[in-house]
Antibody, heavy 113, light 107 residues
């Protein structure tokens, strides 16, 4: 069974930082590119970032480029998202996801003073 | 960027009905499209992968079709537990994009 478990969300002030983690199991994590997606309250889904299986290729949405950094540790079957310079509009549930494989349950990030 | 146009945005149907939701890509995406179901407060659940392949454990009343630019999710014999929002995701190239979602209600 594919499992993706995110952690690291919470309440942070504008301008602050958070690091999200996603632990994967049930599939060959090291062989797949991985992604972060978010969903603001009551809104649709927004793709944020992707990283190739070997970390050679990394892509960001314009909304987070320069503020967020994606990384992975294949030895630990883990995906990360370092979020800096957080804004109120970054408030959302953050998912790690792999198309055609599965999504995590999400972790809530709230940016508020 | 490739855009996905999903329709309808909302749909009301009766138990036992056949329901069809469509996604149209602004250019050819081959079969790099998934369909998901999302219930309130829950994570998206994969229903159909690569346009037409039923995910393991998903009821066979769900099916997907299409390739290129036009894709369809069909629910045969709608059940009360199918109340949810459905959306498509294209992943042929970056940035990935989602359909706007279809909120399905039971009459």
């Amino acid at each position: 069974e594919v499992r993706l478990i995110e952690s690291g969300g919470g309440l942070v002030k504008p301008g602050g930082s958070l690091r999200l983690s996603c632990e994967a199991s049930g599939f060959s994590f090291s062989g797949y590119s991985m992604n972060w997606v978010r969903q603001a309250p009551g809104k649709g889904l927004e793709w944020l970032s992707s990283i190739s299986s070997s970390s050679s290729y990394i892509y960001y949405a314009d909304s987070v480029r320069g503020r967020f950094t994606i990384s992975r540790d294949n030895a630990k079957n883990s995906l990360f998202l370092q979020m800096d310079s957080l804004r109120v509009e970054d408030t959302a549930v953050y998912y790690c996801a792999r198309p055609s494989v599965g999504w995590g349950q999400g972790t809530l990030v709230t940016v508020s003073s | 960027d490739i855009q996905m146009t999903q329709s309808p945005s909302s749909l009301s149907a009766s138990v036992g009905d056949r329901v069809t939701i469509t996604c149209q890509a602004s250019q050819d995406i081959s079969n790099f499209l998934d369909w998901y179901q999302q219930k309130p407060g829950r994570a998206p659940k994969l229903l159909i992968k690569t346009a037409s392949n039923l995910e393991t454990g998903v009821p066979s009343r769900f099916s997907g079709s299409g390739s290129g630019t036009d894709f369809t999710l069909t629910i045969n014999s709608l059940q009360p537990e199918d109340i949810a929002t459905y959306f498509c995701l294209r992943y042929d190239d970056f940035p990935y994009t989602f359909g706007q979602g279809t909120k399905l209600e039971i009459k």
